[in-house]
């Protein structure tokens, strides 16, 4: 038996997208999160705007950070 059925997706979001919406809903600037990862704050900006690819190691890095 079938207890769920797949969510339907309503818009695209990109992985940068994500970053910058998870960290604004959480009150934090690139800078905050910058000092909080120890990821450069100009490397932030790129990710969110899709100019540098989240890499596996940053990714959860900033999984860690934004919870």
């Known amino acids: 038996m079938k207890l769920y059925r797949a969510a339907k997706r309503l818009i695209e ?10 960290r604004g809903l959480q ?12 990821i450069p704050r ?15 190691d940053r990714a959860r890095v900033l999984a860690r950070a934004l919870k």
Request: overall charge positive.
């Open 13 to 22: 979001v990109s992985v940068g997208e994500s970053v910058r919406i998870i």
């Open 27 to 38: 009150g934090l600037s690139q800078h905050d999160l910058a000092k909080v990862t120890r």
């Open 42 to 56: 100009i490397s932030i900006s790129a990710i969110e705007n899709d100019r540098m690819r989240l890499v596996s």
